[in-house]
């Protein structure tokens, strides 16, 4: 079992940042990747981003890329989502996901584990 917490939302003017960080813990060791993804009201969960954990390897949305960085930090067995330039779409429940099997970067039933996710809300 892998049990993941992540925080850092909150709220943020349009253009802010905020740093999503996605605590595992339990079997780190069948992990092969880990992805975040959010979910608006209303809307499906869809996929933000996703990186490999041993090779590193990082994956994103379109809607995202070139604002949003994932990265690691495997002696922690932490995963950060830093979003910039932030927008009002960008509001939803942001949920951390870790798959232990085929890495499928952006397919949320590829994923075994799931955190209860965090909130981020951009608006003015």
């Known amino acids: 079992q892998v049990q993941l917490v992540e925080s850092g939302g909150g709220f943020v003017q349009p253009g802010g940042s905020l740093r999503l960080s996605c605590a595992a813990s339990g079997s780190i060791f069948s992990i092969n990747a880990m992805g975040w993804f959010r979910q608006a009201p209303g809307k499906e969960r869809e996929f933000v981003s996703a990186i490999k954990w041993s090779s590193g390897s990082t994956y994103y949305a379109d809607s995202v890329k070139g604002r949003f960085t994932i990265s690691r930090d495997n002696a922690k067995n932490t995963v950060n989502l830093q979003m910039n330039s932030l927008k009002p779409e960008d509001t939803a429940v942001y949920y951390c996901?870790?798959?232990?099997?085929?890495?499928?970067?952006?397919?949320?039933?590829?994923?075994?584990?799931w955190g209860r996710g965090t909130q981020v809300t951009v608006s003015s």
């Open positions: 996901a870790a798959n232990r099997g085929v890495v499928r970067p952006s397919v949320s039933q590829a994923y075994d584990y």
